[in-house]
Every structure is written in C-alpha cells, then in structure tokens.
C-alpha cells in the first residue's frame, strides 16, 4: 500500500457531485496525496485547475485495463461516476482485486447485490474496503441505526429488537446523474425478472437473501404513529436504506437479535400531505415501470452534469428521527443537517468516508460493507466535527 502513488482519487470529478465532492475534500486541507480522475482530460484539467491545482488520471470507466491503474495507483478509491450499473463494475472489479478501498454514493440495489455475489469474497481476501451508499443514501439510515443502538446498549444494557426512522424534514432537489440512475433501475427492472426479484427482497442484500428473517415489509400505505404523533406514509429511499441497515446487521453477526426489525418512513403532521405524496410516489412508480411513459418523465428530469444551484443547495435540509424502545424504556436519536441532502451534505458524508477509509485506523475486514460496518464510530465522529447533528434527542 505505502508504495502506491495517491492515498485518495476521486474518480469522476468533472460530474455535478464528484465536483462538490473533490473540492469538499480540498477544503479540508488535509496532508494527503489526492488526485482527481475521469475519462475526459480537457474537463479533467479545467476541474484540476479551479481546485487550485491537483494531479489528473484519465481513465474510461468502461476500460477494464485503464481502471485497473488507476486503483493500483491509489489506496482509496472514491466514486461519483454513475450510473453505477452503467459505469462503475470495472472499478469494483479492479479494487477488490488489488486491495484498494472504495467508497461510492450508488443506490443502486440490484448493481449492489451483484458486486456482493461477484467480489466480497475477494475483496475479504485482499482487505479491500468496498463501502457503497455513502451519502443521503444510506448513510443517515445506516450510521443512525448503529449509533442508536450502541446509545441504547450503554444506557439500558441491550439493544433494540425494533427501530423506526422517520423522515420528519427534507428539502432538496435531484442531479442528473440521480435521475439517470433511477431510469436506469427502472429500464432493468421492467426487462429483467431477476432485478425486480432483488428489488421486491427486503433483505435482499444480506450475504445470504434467502435466509430466513422477520417479516418487513415495505411501508406504501398512510398511517398514524402515535409515538411521533405524526402520519406517515412511504419514504422515496426507504427501499435502498432499509436493505442497507439490514445488510449491516446481517454482517456484524446479528447483534441486536435475529428477529431485529427496521422500518423507516416519511412523517408529516397534514393528512392531506402524506396522502398527496403517498399517491404521487405510486404515480411516479407507474410511470417509470412503464415502457411508453418512462422517457416522457425523463424528459421533464435533470439531464447528467446538471444538479440544483449553491442557493438551492443551501435552502436544503433534513432531519431523520430514529425510534427504539427497550423494555420500558423509549431513546429517539437525531441524524440531521442544514444542507442539500443529496449535494451539500452528500458531499460532506461521501468526502468524510474517503477521508476516514485513507487516514483512519479501522478495524473492519475486507469485503463489500456498508458504511457502519466498515468505519462505524470513525465516521460518526467525522460528520459530528463536519457539523452534522448525530445524537439523542
Ligand atoms: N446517494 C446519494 O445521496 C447521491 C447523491 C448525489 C448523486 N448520487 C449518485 O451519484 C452519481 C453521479 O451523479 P451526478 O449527478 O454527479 O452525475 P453526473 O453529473 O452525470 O456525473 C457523472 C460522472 O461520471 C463520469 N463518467 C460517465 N461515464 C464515464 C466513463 N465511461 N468513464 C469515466 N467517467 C465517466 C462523467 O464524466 P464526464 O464529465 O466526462 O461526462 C461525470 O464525471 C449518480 O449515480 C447518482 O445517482 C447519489
């Protein structure tokens, strides 16, 4: 490792969040060798030049022999060119098999599951950390669900058998790159039987899916909470982050028991309000599943290199509140930012995890992991100093 020439590149710089991303990480000013790649050199350079000067690697994303180098170049690798299902197997490929960490913002299910059944017992063996959905997909979700449980096992002495997060504030807007990916998961979901078999699994990234677990299934109906005192109804990311918190537990060892259930949801106290979501989302899920309709709502989506402006981004925010009952006794965590979810604190948690996978001294093994289970406490500190609320209510 200490032979390679960079501790981190970001691969696909030039791209509306791999730009946020690299200069999110420049502005931290940190004693690392860091360059920035893609497959367009003259957008490289331009890129380099307004991050005030940084070294370029150009490699295509689909050139199995050019990413290869750039992962043996590197100890860590972090991604923003999607879609991955389009763009980003070859680099997976390339880190698991050389040892390479890896961190990516995909929330992209079924792409997961495949780069779990082709390279986690290689990237064990090599020591790779390979660390998909490290933005607002999955990283609230996942690293809150952690923290409340360690919260919960130091103040009542065990775990949670049940967790619910509730969406209670989110304001932000959607990149092109975003858009592509979810055309993309809906064009292979509509041809492939096997992709929505994937999709429909509520564990379907667990190292084995067919094993047998508690029933959760997804939320697609209004319903009041009374802990909340709030309605709730179905959250747009809930189908990748409930598979990515289960994942985690299923990789550490079930800690918090084997009938361990976590659902997650939007809230919202206006009735009409989560009703008029509820039946857009099931709209919007008709459209994209069909065939005619699907590139009309494309047209009306960001195009790939757009993404909402600095004001947009800095109006953004969002709060997850995270449930647990233990006995008689109830803890609310808070994961929350005044930010973009999707862009200005994206780039904070994406830049922070390559960060933490370069400078930390982690104690997680190799393999395809989810971000608590390969930088746990590490990152949870990182994104508090980043300012980032992560804590009891
Ligand atoms: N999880 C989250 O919270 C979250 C938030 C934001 C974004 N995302 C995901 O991040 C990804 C990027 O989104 P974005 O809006 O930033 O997309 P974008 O602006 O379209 O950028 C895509 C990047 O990929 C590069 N690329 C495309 N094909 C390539 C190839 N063959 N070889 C090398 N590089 C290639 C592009 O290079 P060129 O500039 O040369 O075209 C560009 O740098 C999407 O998958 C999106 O879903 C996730």
């Not at 509306?16 to 490289?44: E, S």
């Not at 041809?191 to 029933?215: C, F, K, S």
């Not at 953004?316 to 930010?339: I, N, P």
């Amino acid at each position: 490792m200490l032979a390679r020439d960079y501790d981190l590149v970001v691969f696909g710089a030039t791209g509306f969040t791999g730009r946020l991303v690299a200069d999110y990480i420049v502005q931290r000013r940190q004693p690392i060798r860091f360059a920035i790649a893609g497959r367009n050199r003259a957008k490289l350079d331009k890129t380099a030049a307004a991050l005030g000067g940084v070294d370029v690697l150009v490699a295509d994303a689909l050139d199995a022999a050019q990413v290869a180098e750039v992962a043996r170049r590197t100890r860590v690798v972090c991604t923003t060119a999607g879609p991955y299902a389009k763009y980003g197997s070859e680099l997976v490929a390339a880190c698991a098999a050389g040892g390479t960490h890896y961190c990516d913002l995909t929330g992209e299910v079924p792409w997961m599951r495949k780069m779990i059944d082709q390279h986690h017992a290689q990237a064990e063996a090599t020591g790779a950390r390979i660390v998909h959905t490290c933005g607002f997909d999955s990283i609230p979700s996942d690293l809150g669900t952690w923290c409340l449980q360690q919260e919960c096992i130091a103040r009542f002495g065990r775990p949670a058998a049940q967790v619910t997060a509730l969406y209670t504030e989110l304001s932000g807007a959607m990149s092109g790159g975003t858009a592509a990916s979810a055309i993309e998961i809906a064009t292979q979901a509509a041809a492939d039987r096997e992709t929505r078999r994937v999709l429909r699994n509520p564990y379907g990234l667990d190292p084995d899916p067919a094993a047998p677990r508690p029933p959760s299934p997804d939320v697609r109906s209004v319903s009041w909470d009374a802990r909340a005192k709030r309605w709730t109804f179905p959250f747009f990311m809930a189908d990748v982050n409930t598979r990515v918190v289960r994942r985690s537990h299923a990789l550490a060892g079930q800690p918090w028991g084997a009938s361990f259930v976590y659902e997650e949801k939007m809230a919202s106290r206006s009735l009409p309000a989560a009703v008029g979501v509820t039946g857009a989302l099931g709209a919007f899920a008709a459209a994209m599943g069909n065939t005619h309709l699907r590139p009309l709502v494309a047209r009306l989506l960001p195009k790939p290199g757009e993404g909402p402006s600095k004001e947009a981004r800095d109006r953004g925010r969002w709060k997850l509140r995270l449930y647990a009952s233990v006995g008689a006794d109830a803890l609310t965590y808070v994961a929350a930012d005044h930010a973009d979810p999707g862009y200005g604190s994206t780039a904070k948690m994406l830049g922070e995890s390559a960060l933490c996978l370069a400078q930390d001294t982690l104690t997680s093994p190799g393999g395809v992991l989810t971000p608590s289970v390969a930088m746990g406490s590490h990152l949870a500190e990182r994104l508090r100093s980043a300012g980032l609320t992560l804590s009891p209510d």
